[in-house]
């Protein structure tokens, strides 16, 4: 079946086509890089890698672009009470936001713009949305944009523009805002603004770019004039995609986006995120307290995108034994011998059989969790054919190998697990030694001895399996 995608601007499930075969440009709505990145924000994220592996999987060439936004007022704000610059605030918070996405997997994409380096465009922008009357210039300065004079408003949200409160305007970037009429454009540069350096020279005075305006040129300035594919979490239809669709189609003339996919809100522990809560979680903050990313990203990929998925500790254990039965799995097939003259297996049957279904819940609306399904199904066949085996058919390995990692391909569970545990040389000679120890100790019945070694391993992560070809062992 093709890829069928569930579309905010049509309300329905529509089948996938690409403005140009074979291509697909696809932007997303980033982080605001005024602090560290919590894990709700990494659903979506993760949801951004999860549809770029499936699109490159799929055949597509991708141009994957996500923004950055490091001038609002947030970001001023911040950079105020710190005494600094926009840029030099911003830095650290977007040097550690790609840092977490390449922990968790995530495969960089071709641009990250940042809304600093755009002002140029952006001033232009406005300018042609000034020329054809959709925008218009204030008092103090400011330019907005008029809703009054853009008739579709309202088509993403589904909103009737006779509905909105007639005058009002967003004066600040805030997310909760829907009852704005004019949204702002470019905005008056205030104390604070120059305090933080972030104000620049306008034809019609001197300010900032209004949050709205930043997205809608990076993406036409990275991806085109019309998006395949725009991307973004469930608060960001009102106001700001359907700003971005107002004021893009204003200056183009064109469709600005095809497919628009917004990703439900995380709970954590069956509640809404938040500090007062005190569940508010860093990907760092998980990291320090022993979670692996591929526990965290099995995790935020469990449920597909559009559905609830309550994040617990609980659940996250869960997903790190579901890490491990994974790499078990993996560990079993390789250390089977090879024998072209055993008796034939079912393996290269059922690879076939999970790769379609895995295909399937893919192209459902990217249904990561019946993907997931379809891989640990997979992966209970294959241990049962395996029970009683030492050996088998080399091909019956490789297209059982090839399955398991053409899948992982893109929902990238074994390929974090692998990186986060990778061994190097001076450890895994430890560990020989210490094996190499506890095989002596054994054979003196010194059984005690032999216990701490284990021990002293276990602590260390390395989990030891004795079994008749002598002591395999893994780090866990």
């Given at each position: 079946?093709?890829?069928?995608?569930?579309?905010?601007?049509?309300?329905?499930?529509?089948?996938?086509?690409?403005?140009?075969?074979?291509?697909?440009?696809?932007?997303?709505?980033?982080?605001?890089?005024?602090?560290?990145?919590?894990?709700?924000?990494?659903?979506?994220?993760?949801?951004?890698?999860?549809?770029?592996?499936?699109?490159?999987?799929?055949?597509?060439?991708?141009?994957?672009?996500?923004?950055?936004?490091?001038?609002?007022?947030?970001?001023?704000?911040?950079?105020?009470?710190?005494?600094?610059?926009?840029?030099?605030?911003?830095?650290?918070?977007?040097?550690?936001?790609?840092?977490?996405?390449?922990?968790?997997?995530?495969?960089?994409?071709?641009?990250?713009?940042?809304?600093?380096?755009?002002?140029?465009?952006?001033?232009?922008?406005?300018?042609?949305?000034?020329?054809?009357?959709?925008?218009?210039?204030?008092?103090?300065?400011?330019?907005?944009?008029?809703?009054?004079?853009?008739?579709?408003?309202?088509?993403?949200?589904?909103?009737?523009?006779?509905?909105?409160?007639?005058?009002?305007?967003?004066?600040?970037?805030?997310?909760?805002?829907?009852?704005?009429?004019?949204?702002?454009?470019?905005?008056?540069?205030?104390?604070?603004?120059?305090?933080?350096?972030?104000?620049?020279?306008?034809?019609?005075?001197?300010?900032?770019?209004?949050?709205?305006?930043?997205?809608?040129?990076?993406?036409?300035?990275?991806?085109?004039?019309?998006?395949?594919?725009?991307?973004?979490?469930?608060?960001?239809?009102?106001?700001?995609?359907?700003?971005?669709?107002?004021?893009?189609?204003?200056?183009?003339?064109?469709?600005?986006?095809?497919?628009?996919?917004?990703?439900?809100?995380?709970?954590?522990?069956?509640?809404?995120?938040?500090?007062?809560?005190?569940?508010?979680?860093?990907?760092?903050?998980?990291?320090?307290?022993?979670?692996?990313?591929?526990?965290?990203?099995?995790?935020?990929?469990?449920?597909?995108?559009?559905?609830?998925?309550?994040?617990?500790?609980?659940?996250?254990?869960?997903?790190?034994?579901?890490?491990?039965?994974?790499?078990?799995?993996?560990?079993?097939?390789?250390?089977?011998?090879?024998?072209?003259?055993?008796?034939?297996?079912?393996?290269?049957?059922?690879?076939?059989?999970?790769?379609?279904?895995?295909?399937?819940?893919?192209?459902?609306?990217?249904?990561?969790?019946?993907?997931?399904?379809?891989?640990?199904?997979?992966?209970?066949?294959?241990?049962g054919e395996l029970d009683g085996r030492s050996e088998l058919p080399g091909g019956d390995r490789k297209a059982a190998l090839?399955?398991?990692?053409?899948?992982?391909?893109?929902?990238?569970?074994?390929?974090?697990?692998?990186?986060?545990?990778?061994?190097?040389?001076?450890?895994?000679?430890?560990?020989?030694?210490?094996?190499?120890?506890?095989?002596?100790?054994?054979?003196?019945?010194?059984?005690?001895?032999?216990?701490?070694?284990?021990?002293?391993?276990?602590?260390?992560?390395?989990?030891?399996?004795?079994?008749?070809?002598?002591?395999?062992?893994?780090?866990?």
């Amino acid at each position: 079946m093709p890829l069928k995608v569930r579309n905010t601007l049509t309300r329905s499930l529509e089948e996938f086509v690409p403005l140009r075969e074979g291509t697909v440009g696809v932007y997303a709505c980033g982080p605001t890089i005024y602090d560290y990145a919590h894990i709700g924000n990494y659903r979506s994220f993760l949801f951004y890698d999860l549809v770029h592996r499936y699109l490159e999987w799929s055949g597509y060439e991708v141009r994957f672009v996500m923004n950055l936004t490091d001038v609002d007022d947030r970001t001023v704000k911040g950079a105020v009470e710190r005494g600094v610059g926009v840029r030099d605030y911003t830095e650290g918070f977007g040097e550690t936001f790609l840092a977490d996405c390449a922990i968790l997997g995530m495969r960089a994409l071709d641009a990250y713009p940042r809304a600093t380096e755009y002002v140029e465009e952006m001033v232009r922008f406005i300018e042609g949305l000034l020329a054809s009357g959709h925008a218009y210039q204030a008092d103090d300065g400011a330019v907005y944009f008029s809703i009054a004079r853009f008739p579709d408003y309202g088509k993403l949200k589904g909103i009737d523009l006779s509905t909105l409160r007639a005058g009002a305007r967003v004066a600040q970037d805030e997310y909760e805002k829907e009852d704005a009429r004019d949204f702002a454009l470019w905005k008056a540069a205030t104390e604070a603004d120059e305090r933080a350096r972030a104000a620049w020279d306008a034809p019609w005075g001197r300010g900032r770019p209004g949050w709205h305006l930043e997205c809608s040129v990076m993406s036409l300035a990275e991806v085109g004039e019309t998006l395949d594919i725009h991307l973004g979490g469930e608060d960001l239809v009102f106001p700001h995609h359907e700003n971005e669709i107002a004021q893009s189609e204003a200056a183009t003339g064109k469709p600005f986006v095809r497919y628009w996919l917004h990703v439900k809100h995380l709970l954590v522990e069956g509640r809404k995120m938040s500090k007062s809560l005190g569940n508010f979680i860093t990907v760092r903050e998980l990291l320090d307290k022993g979670y692996d990313p591929a526990s965290i990203r099995h995790q935020l990929l469990s449920a597909q995108y559009r559905k609830e998925l309550n994040f617990t500790m609980a659940g996250l254990d869960a997903s790190r034994n579901a890490v491990q039965r994974l790499l078990d799995f993996e560990a079993r097939l390789e250390a089977l011998s090879v024998d072209d003259g055993a008796e034939d297996t079912r393996l290269p049957e059922l690879a076939q059989e999970a790769e379609a279904r895995f295909r399937q819940a893919m192209d459902d609306d990217f249904n990561s969790a019946d993907a997931l399904a379809a891989l640990f199904t997979f992966v209970n066949r294959v241990n049962g054919e395996l029970d009683g085996r030492s050996e088998l058919p080399g091909g019956d390995r490789k297209a059982a190998l090839a399955a398991l990692r053409s899948m992982d391909s893109v929902l990238g569970i074994l390929e974090v697990a692998g990186a986060s545990r990778a061994v190097d040389d001076d450890l895994a000679s430890w560990v020989e030694e210490r094996i190499e120890a506890r095989k002596a100790a054994r054979a003196a019945r010194d059984f005690a001895a032999a216990d701490a070694i284990r021990d002293e391993l276990t602590a260390k992560g390395i989990v030891l399996e004795d079994g008749p070809q002598g002591t395999r062992w893994k780090v866990v």
